[in-house]
């Protein structure tokens, strides 16, 4: 199987997935019988290092929300392994690792996933729904700290000041409710209610999607300090090419449930190397009015997942696919240093002449 990073030799990656899918059963009749499945997550791998910020982007419905998800085990995966380093987690979890020192997230009952949890936290993309309306700021940050029996009383009231301070709020505002402010301060509440438990790895789930510019580049600085201050290691999902490009030292690139590029974020946004990377790279807003800059119009919708493409499933919107790409499915390879692809057109690290074109008319290199 194929993996999709290159962790260097001294450090083994926090995070391993492997084969992840996710099928959601289609239902019909009056004794809802299953008569298909989306495949929203068909066969992902990836390697998150420690410290390190992966993006993952893609267009809607490419299954991005659903990695996240399916990693802490919000939505139950239907296949897959999903490996969290045990170094460090306590040691009921340690028991539970394998003989590489990983612990399988997948088969974990219900104490020592609760105690898993700890160190795998999510930030919510919508500020306005993951809040609840009927708790205090200071309730819904320190309700980790209650459920799992880390503080209460004053303690907690401490850490909770602590934890506003920590996102640029003032410890006050932990008697308001989150109808009192503004969806940035939302979105940092948030934040903060994920911190609580000081965990090492955080699912940002397009965290900076539903705000105002301005707002939106406060909250990416702050995940940046809160990361080199905490150690704290991100999967960081959006669709903004460009603040994904910021903040991630690697990026991955989701196309109908599958991962067809990795690379580090510099590369991926000066040589990709998928025709998908590429047509959506061309995409970009440039605010440069004199710079040359072709936008790739892909024909035709995104397939359906209930019944993809075979061979690539990028093939029928790909103005460069041949017959091989129709009968064989693209393995994910390193195809240079540190660059992953999954593409028929790739050959020797380089692309045909008339694929190159169209990166260099994009704004590529």
């Given amino acids: 199987m194929s993996t999709a990073s290159a962790p260097s030799p001294e450090s083994r990656p926090l995070l391993r997935v492997r084969d992840l899918k996710k099928y959601f059963p289609i239902k019909k009749g009056v004794l809802s ?11 992902v791998d990836i390697d998150i290092l420690p410290g390190e910020t992966l993006g993952l982007v893609g267009e809607s419905g490419s299954g991005k929300t659903t990695v996240g998800r399916c990693i802490l085990r919000l939505i139950e995966p239907t296949e897959g392994e ?5 170094r460090g987690l306590d040691a009921e979890l340690q028991g539970e690792a394998d003989s590489d020192g990983y612990v399988d997230v997948r088969p974990l ?10 160190d795998m936290q999510i930030i919510f ?24 029996g880390l503080a209460s009383g004053k303690e907690k009231e401490e850490r909770v000041a602590h934890l506003l301070q920590t996102v640029g709020l003032d410890p006050r505002y932990a008697e308001r409710y989150p109808h009192e402010f503004s969806g940035g301060q939302r979105q940092r509440i948030g934040v903060a209610r994920a911190l609580a438990l000081e965990p090492k790895f955080i699912v940002a789930d ?10 939106q580049a406060q909250v990416v600085n702050l995940l940046q300090d809160l990361q080199e ?4 290691t991100y999967l960081f999902i959006a669709h903004d090419l460009a603040v994904v490009e910021h903040i991630s030292d690697r990026v991955a690139v989701m196309y109908l449930g599958r991962v067809v590029e990795v690379a580090p974020a510099k590369t991926l ?7 998908y990377s590429i047509a959506l ?8 009015p004199t710079a040359p800059k072709d936008r790739i119009i892909l024909k035709g919708d995104i397939p359906t997942p209930i019944n993809p493409p075979s061979g690539c499933r990028f093939r029928t919107r790909c103005p460069h696919a041949h017959d091989r790409c129709a009968a064989e499915v693209p393995p994910l390879e390193e195809v240079r240093p540190g660059h992953w692809a999954a593409c028929h057109l790739i050959e020797n690290g380089q692309l045909p002449d008339e694929v190159l074109a169209t990166r260099r008319g994009s704004g590529g290199a």
Avoid: C, Y
């Avoid at 019988?33 to 066969?43: E, I, L, Y």
């Avoid at 993309?125 to 309700?143: C, H, K």
């Avoid at 790279?281 to 440069?288: F, N, Q, T």
């Fill in 33 to 43: 019988r299953v008569v298909g499945h989306v495949k929203a997550v068909d066969g």
């Fill in 82 to 86: 999903v490996h969290f380093d045990s």
């Fill in 109 to 118: 009952g219900r104490k020592p996933l609760r105690s898993l949890r700890r």
């Fill in 125 to 148: 993309q919508d500020p306005f729904a993951s809040l609840n309306p009927r708790m205090t700021v200071g309730a819904i940050i320190g309700e980790p700290l209650t459920i799992h």
């Fill in 206 to 215: 397009e965290p900076v999607s539903a705000l105002d510019v301005s707002v």
């Fill in 229 to 232: 201050r905490l150690g704290l």
């Fill in 269 to 275: 946004a000066h040589e990709p190397l998928h025709p």
């Fill in 281 to 288: 790279l061309s995409a970009v807003p440039i605010a440069d």
